[in-house]
């Protein structure tokens, strides 16, 4: 199945460091979902996002939907070591049931 | 309270066996799915029921067999087991407003 492209793969920051990750699709989207994946446990919805150009914010984290509504951004400030895990995005197409899955970003903060 | 629950949270078991998994949601959502995350942790959607009727199947094969006794219900059967089964396999379940999708804690499951 279909795989959004996301990107960086996998990160490694100081703790503090400001974060940026970003998500493509080929195709336009009506709904972009930003989630975060702990080891062991299930993804947690961080950010929804409905509208194109849509700035939202949730704590330390802003998630942005594209103007071209084909691409979404996930930026974290001042990161803290709880923060680390893989982020997920999600897009979801006018009038379809599914979602469709970023390929992940892992992020991992060095001492 | 736990939104979406999943049972067991580890099932270790042997090729050729069946085995199911329990997913429970007290959302009060009409739409449920079946996921499952490979080792390079893509998610893939597998099924999904609307108000206990099959609305997606994603070309699973006909050894996994879902079945939604009601809406806050939806279990997954897997007959004859393979190796290529082992994997994490989550629930989840969808606001019909929003479309956001709220996940379980995932099963894993080891095929020996």
């Known amino acids: 199945g279909q795989q959004l492209n996301q990107s960086p793969q996998s990160m490694f920051i100081q703790e503090g460091e400001d974060v940026s990750m970003n998500c493509t699709s080929s195709s336009i989207f009506n709904t972009w979902l930003w989630y975060k994946q702990d080891p062991g446990e299930g993804p947690v919805l961080l950010i929804a996002?409905?509208?194109?150009?849509e700035l939202t914010s949730n704590g330390r984290l802003t998630a942005q939907f594209g103007i071209t509504r084909k691409d979404s951004f996930l930026n974290i400030s001042a990161s803290i070591p709880s923060d680390v895990g893989i982020y997920f995005c999600?897009?979801?197409?006018?009038?379809?049931?599914?979602?469709?899955f970023g390929t992940g970003t892992r992020l991992t903060i060095i001492p | 309270d736990t939104a979406v629950s999943q049972t067991p949270k580890y099932l270790v078991t042997q090729m050729g066996n069946d085995k199911s998994i329990k997913c429970e949601q007290n959302?009060?959502?009409?739409?449920m799915y079946w996921y499952k995350q490979d080792s390079k942790k893509f998610l893939k959607i597998m099924f999904s029921?609307?108000?206990?009727?099959?609305?997606i199947n994603e070309t699973v094969p006909n050894r996994f067999s879902p079945k939604s006794p009601d809406k806050a219900h939806l279990n997954l059967h897997i007959n004859s087991l393979e190796l290529g089964d082992s994997a994490v396999y989550f629930c989840?379940?969808?606001?019909?407003?929003?479309?956001?999708?709220?996940f379980g804690p995932g099963t894993r499951l080891t095929v020996t």
């Open positions: 959302l009060g959502h009409d739409t």
């Open positions: 996002l409905y509208k194109a150009g």
């Open positions: 999600a897009g979801r197409a006018f009038g379809n049931e599914k979602l469709t």
């Open positions: 989840a379940s969808r606001d019909s407003v929003t479309y956001e999708q709220y």
């Open positions: 029921y609307n108000n206990k009727e099959l609305i």
